[in-house]
Structures are given as structure tokens and as C-alpha cells.
């Protein structure tokens, strides 16, 4: 018996991570934090292999608890996640079939594609505006197809930082719910954007957002994540996610992280509250344009994109080529502390001038 066919007309997701490690690169490709966790992490991560329980099954104890808390949604509204990738998947096998199909506007982050093709679904990708917004009215009108199953969207949008408002969302949502289709709304940004759709869960029984402890916590290697919903969706999802698919090096670093959270926001504050904005301002300077973004990361277009990626890479700086809008290759750089922008900047305007 061969391999289903639709695994076969899929490409590999290949990010370009290998030798980043290599060399004293300034990191601003993957978004990630140009700084580490919080020291409590590290201390707790220390003391549990020290405690010789390597060999025991994962225990999760109240783990989920602790993050329906910080989250601020109810009891048994969160399930943990191997990553936010995970969650996205999970949510694809449980409403997609052969046949079905999905709505993902475009850009978007690559995982998202992945998860709904691996199922076997039609993808359909209404373009995000030239003026920075959601293609709302193109996502209603084909919500009036009765294949589509789910809707799939960052916000802020990843690559472009393009973010939609609530109510915007919530039109969706409403529509979604007379049409008996789920949409997935990717909040893997939210502690730099503070946007959410947390209070509708209890509203909307069709409502899904997936978050990380990646991006602003810092537990990228730990790949850990989860995912909101109502209580009686998360029970269905468990029987998808494996009972033992978070480890516990990822339980340990995020109830660590979770008893320090002013960390994460002291560095939250700095990245769009200083760094950001003094980004912003070299490049209006500079007259490159930007998509306005939400996030801890600026999609900016050049005539010569890979030039300039390659410039900066033989600078030390590594950031990522990307689609915009319009189909066009683009630059995203991550947005780190104030000492990572004044680099990036200083590189920039030797290349520039």
C-alpha cells in the first residue's frame, strides 16, 4: 500500500535553522527573544534533572489550571500543546476531511497551509490588503460555500504584523456559527499585541485560539503551547493529542515562567515600547516602507530584498526572506531590546548609505 497521495503533493516545511547556531549571529529571523527566560526557568529545569525522574511518564498535575488562569479563561478551557504547532494540527484533523476546504488568507505562517493540506483540503487564500487589512468581505462571501469547514488566521498576522480588530473578527465568528464552520484564530503573539478573542469563547462553541510560551517567554526549545476553547471542545481535542505528548522539561519551564511573569513583560515593554518605535522611526527616516504591525516584528520592502539579506547576514545579522501581500518577496526582521535594534539599525544605514 502506497502513502496517501495528499501527503505525497505536499512539500516539506524547511525553515532555515540549521547552522544559526554556528556563529555570533544577532538572531532576528525567527522572532524569537534576543534574550533568555526568565532565571527561574533555568533553575527549575537544573533542579528537576537532578531530581533522577528522566525515566518517569510526563505528570502534568495542574499544569493546564495554572494556564486557564493566566490566560484568564475557566477552568478546563485550555489544553497544553507540543507547541502552538500541535494545536493548529489538532484542530485541522478534527475538522478537515478530504474534500473539505479551508480558508487561510494570504500571507501567512507556513504551519497553517501545512496542517489543513496534510488533511487533504482545498485551500483557499483571500489576499490581505496594500493598506494593511484583513480581506474580510472576500472571507464572507466564500464562507457561503458549504465545503469550507475552517477558517485560519493570525492576528497579528505572521509575516506582515497586520492586525484586525475584535469586531472584525466577531463578524466571522457570527457568520461561522449559522454556517456551522470553526475558525482557528492564531494568538501567538499576543503578549506584544495584546489582541484576543478570549471573551467570546463562551459566546462562539466554534471559536479556537491557539497561543505559545515561544515567542514572548522564551521556551522556544521547549516546544510548548496550547490551545482555548470551550470546555466540552477541549475534551474532544484530548482524545487527538497524545497523553503524553508535552514533556516534562516543557511542564517545568512553563509553571517556572508562569511564577515569573513580570519578566516576560519588562521585556514585552521594552520591545514596542522602545526598540520598536525607534525601528519605525530610522526607517520612515529611511523612507522604507513597512506593513503596520502589532507584533515584535516589521515586514519591510526593498527593491533588492536578497542583497540586502545577504549584506546583513556578512554583518553578523540574520532575518528572513518573506512574502508580502502581493505576492512579492519581502525582508521580516524581529524586533529585540533596544542595543539589537541599534545594531540592526547601524548595519542598515552602512548598507543603505
Do not use: W
Request: charged share 35%; aromatic share 10%; with cysteine.
Amino acid at each position: 500500500m502506497s502513502i496517501k497521495e495528499r501527503i505525497k503533493k505536499i512539500g516539506h516545511y524547511k525553515p532555515p535553522l540549521e547552522g544559526r547556531s554556528d556563529k555570533d549571529f544577532l538572531l532576528l529571523d525567527f522572532n524569537e527573544r534576543t534574550t533568555g527566560p526568565s532565571p527561574k526557568v533555568k533553575e527549575a529545569l537544573k533542579k528537576f534533572i537532578d531530581s533522577d525522574r528522566l525515566q518517569v511518564y510526563p505528570e502534568y498535575g495542574d499544569l493546564e489550571e495554572k494556564i486557564a488562569q493566566y490566560a484568564g479563561v475557566k477552568s478546563g478551557e485550555a489544553m497544553v500543546t507540543n507547541g502552538g504547532d500541535q494545536g493548529i494540527d489538532i484542530v485541522c484533523r478534527a475538522y478537515l476531511d478530504p474534500g473539505d476546504k479551508v480558508i487561510i488568507p494570504f500571507p501567512e505562517f507556513a504551519m497553517h497551509y501545512q496542517s489543513a493540506g496534510l488533511q487533504g483540503s482545498e485551500i483557499l487564500e483571500p489576499r490581505y490588503k496594500k493598506e494593511g487589512k484583513l480581506p474580510l468581505e472576500e472571507i464572507l462571501e466564500l464562507m457561503e460555500d458549504e465545503k469550507v469547514k475552517l477558517i485560519i488566521f493570525s492576528n497579528p498576522n505572521n509575516p506582515t504584523g497586520i492586525f484586525t480588530e475584535i469586531e472584525d473578527v466577531e463578524k466571522i465568528l457570527k457568520k461561522a456559527k449559522e454556517k456551522d464552520i470553526a475558525l482557528l484564530h492564531d494568538e501567538a503573539y499576543f503578549e506584544f499585541s495584546q489582541i484576543t478573542c478570549k471573551d467570546l469563547v463562551d459566546k462562539y462553541e466554534n471559536l479556537y485560539i491557539i497561543r505559545t510560551f515561544a515567542k514572548a517567554f522564551g521556551l522556544v526549545s521547549a516546544r510548548v503551547g496550547y490551545l482555548i476553547s470551550q470546555r466540552e471542545n477541549i475534551q474532544e481535542l484530548l482524545k487527538i493529542r497524545g497523553p503524553y505528548d508535552v514533556n516534562m522539561f516543557a511542564k517545568i519551564a512553563v509553571l517556572a515562567a508562569l511564577e515569573d511573569v513580570n519578566h516576560m513583560k519588562d521585556y514585552v515593554k521594552e520591545v514596542m515600547g522602545e526598540s520598536k518605535p525607534k525601528l519605525e522611526e530610522f526607517l520612515k527616516e529611511k523612507n522604507i516602507f513597512f506593513y503596520p504591525s502589532k507584533a515584535n516584528f516589521l515586514l519591510l520592502r526593498f527593491e533588492n530584498p536578497d542583497k540586502i539579506i545577504e549584506d546583513l547576514k556578512s554583518k553578523g545579522i540574520l532575518v528572513r526572506p518573506k512574502s508580502a501581500p502581493d505576492g512579492q518577496k519581502a525582508v521580516r526582521v524581529s524586533v529585540g531590546k533596544v542595543k539589537d535594534t541599534e545594531k540592526f539599525v547601524k548595519s542598515l544605514r552602512e548598507l543603505l548609505d
